[in-house]
């Protein structure tokens, strides 16, 4: 019998694929309510892109500007690589965290340009890099625009791994993030703004998903990516089944620092037809999608959203706009999709994730698949797959 010979470089590509394909949620048999779209991403909506700048370096003794490293930035462009703006509402749940840009949306009622995630101590840096990519791609000759400097940019703390204070993050990583944003499928886990944060006592991060959904005959997408951070062990649920309670050990390594109790930032994407004030509805039901992984939300947990449609008005030759919008009485299936997305987007993070350890030997696990679909299978609730 030939052996079969593959040219290393054909191997190697075909190992990173393998890599690549890392288990989603679902994956594991855990049983979620709603239909998906294509890649079960806030990039389903037709014209969303997300990127990422992932930076992880050094190991040992935290030494303030040197490291260790595990931190990163996330955008997400609702338009794509423009300025466009897009109608938009935020909610807060509890505001032990940041979201900047947020009277401009209030006041307008849109929002324009990408959105930022990243670490606490980097909201500055990120919001004025995506002013600065923002002014340079889109503003020709002479032309000045104040509105560059209000970019939305949101924040999660990852002080138990990262070098917080190191204020590692650099307008470069920024702009790689950005130039690099794409559709389609995206990663998850330990990527980005999620880098190095924690969820429910495991390794946290970057997660998201999508539903699609009829109104009358008509077929709309939405699109949840959540940057988690939050939560405590016993508080772990999981399509219903007590999760944390049931794993017990692989509890976190925290040699120095003192754990807050963390934050979330949300971020909803439609193609629905929305007003603002439709939208603001949309962002508080990520509250209920929290809520079924278990939380009730600690006074230290930073928990704002945002929501946006790509749906936008039209601006007409006689200075007025014209909007198309559904009727509220219409919109529970957009509500029930937020809350689905919400969840699972939050249980694709928390699997995704993998082992990291950072300053001083601080360490978060991840979550042990196989006893996660143990547990399931105890509960009557793991799908089995065929």
């Not at 989603?24 to 037709?46: E, H, K, W």
């Not at 999981?238 to 040699?255: H, M, R, S, T, Y």
């Not at 995704?352 to 509960?379: C, Q, T, W």
């Amino acid at each position: 019998m030939k052996k079969l010979f593959l040219p290393p470089l054909l191997i190697s590509i075909l190992s990173l694929q393998l890599l690549a394909q890392k288990p989603r949620a679902r994956d594991l048999g855990i049983p979620f309510d709603g239909t998906t779209g294509t890649n079960n991403a806030i990039t389903d909506v037709s014209g969303v892109e997300v990127g990422y700048k992932t930076l992880i370096s050094g190991s040992g003794e935290l030494k303030v500007g040197k490291g260790p490293v595990r931190t990163g930035v996330t955008v997400i462009l609702p338009k794509g690589k423009t300025d466009a703006s897009y109608p938009a509402a935020w909610f807060s749940l509890n505001g032990d965290g940041e979201l900047t840009g947020l009277p401009y949306i209030d006041d307008f009622g849109t929002g324009y340009g990408a959105i930022g995630i990243t670490n606490t101590n980097s909201v500055g840096i990120v919001k004025d890099a995506i002013g600065e990519w923002s002014f340079k791609k889109f503003s020709t000759g002479d032309f000045v625009d104040f509105s560059f400097g209000l970019p939305t940019v949101g924040e999660t703390w990852d002080g138990v791994l990262n070098d917080i204070n190191g204020l590692h993050i650099k307008k470069e990583h920024v702009f790689e993030a950005l130039d690099k944003a794409k559709g389609g499928k995206i990663d998850e886990g330990n990527v980005g703004g999620g880098t190095g944060m924690a969820l429910y006592s495991f390794k946290g991060g970057s997660g998201t998903a999508s539903r699609v959904f009829k109104i009358d005959s008509v077929e709309y997408t939405l699109g949840v990516f959540v940057q988690a951070n939050f939560g405590r062990r016993d508080e772990l649920t999981i399509a219903g089944v007590p999760v944390g309670k049931e794993i017990q050990d692989l509890q976190p390594i925290v040699n120095r620092e003192k754990r807050k109790d963390g934050s979330i930032i949300a971020i909803v994407g439609t193609d629905a037809p929305l007003l603002p004030n439709q939208l603001k509805l949309i962002a508080k039901r990520v509250t209920h999608g929290i809520a079924r992984t278990g939380t009730f939300s600690h006074n230290g947990s930073g928990e704002i959203f945002l929501a946006f449609s790509t749906a936008s008005p039209i601006y007409n030759k006689d200075k007025t706009e014209t909007w198309k919008a559904l009727p509220k009485w219409e919109l529970d299936p957009a509500f029930k999709a937020t809350v689905e997305a919400t969840e699972e987007a939050i249980i694709n993070a928390l699997v995704a994730a993998e082992d990291m350890e950072g300053i001083n030997g601080n360490k978060y696990f991840s979550i042990p698949h196989d006893r996660l679909k143990g547990v399931m299978k105890k509960y009557n609730r793991l799908e089995e797959k065929k």
